[in-house]
């Protein structure tokens, strides 16, 4: 398209000005009205959603300490998780005796330093909720996880479970959470 061709075409764009806050909550358009009205209950993201919920609970308790709350941490830690959910590669998933093993490749830096910090503690609660056993060692920037039970009947779960079934799997991501928003530290994040 040659430069008399563009101008034609913008010259035929209509430009509409979208009002402003001030103008909106003039004319009684403000978020308040818009929440009220709204049919949708998702905030928008999983991140921002559980940021808000926590900020909800932590509205609801008169004890809230807000000299300790620390919605920063829970922020950067739910970044980790949103890497470690989809800015990996799994490379395979074998079956092994009792279990499964796991190679896990992170697509960019952050997303091993994120994959470090949540299995450096996924280990440890994933046995205190299930008994299972899992391992993590590191070589060359790929992960290799193994996650065995001691349950024979549990054996096929593991394996269908897989490497982001096995970091979902329990309800300690919850209170490990609300931990952080209250400005405890379960572990380093």
């Known amino acids: 398209m040659n430069l008399r061709n563009l101008v034609a075409l913008f010259s035929t764009l209509t430009i509409t000005v979208l009002p402003t806050y001030t103008a909106m909550a003039a004319t009684g358009m403000d978020h308040q009205a818009h929440a009220m009205a709204s049919p949708l209950t998702e905030p928008g993201n999983?991140?921002?959603?559980?940021?808000?919920?926590?900020?909800?609970?932590?509205?609801?308790?008169?004890?809230?300490?807000?000299?300790?709350?620390?919605?920063?941490?829970?922020?950067?830690?739910?970044v980790d998780m949103q890497n470690m959910t989809v800015n990996v590669t799994v490379l395979s998933q074998t079956p092994i005796k009792d279990g499964v093993a796991i190679r896990v490749s992170p697509n960019d830096l952050k997303t091993a330093a994120s994959l470090a910090r949540v299995l450096a503690a996924h280990p440890a609660m994933l046995q205190m909720e299930t008994g299972w056993q899992m391992t993590v060692a590191t070589k060359n920037g790929v992960y290799y996880l193994t996650v065995t039970t001691p349950n024979p009947s549990e054996i096929d779960k593991v394996r269908g479970?897989?490497?982001?079934?096995?970091?979902a799997t329990g309800a300690h991501h919850q209170a490990h959470h609300w931990a952080m928003a209250e400005g405890q530290n379960p572990h380093h994040h």
């Open 46 to 78: 999983d991140a921002f959603g559980t940021i808000q919920e926590a900020i909800r609970a932590l509205e609801a308790d008169p004890d809230t300490d807000w000299s300790k709350v620390n919605l920063e941490a829970l922020r950067e830690h739910l």
């Open 161 to 167: 479970l897989g490497y982001i079934g096995i970091l």
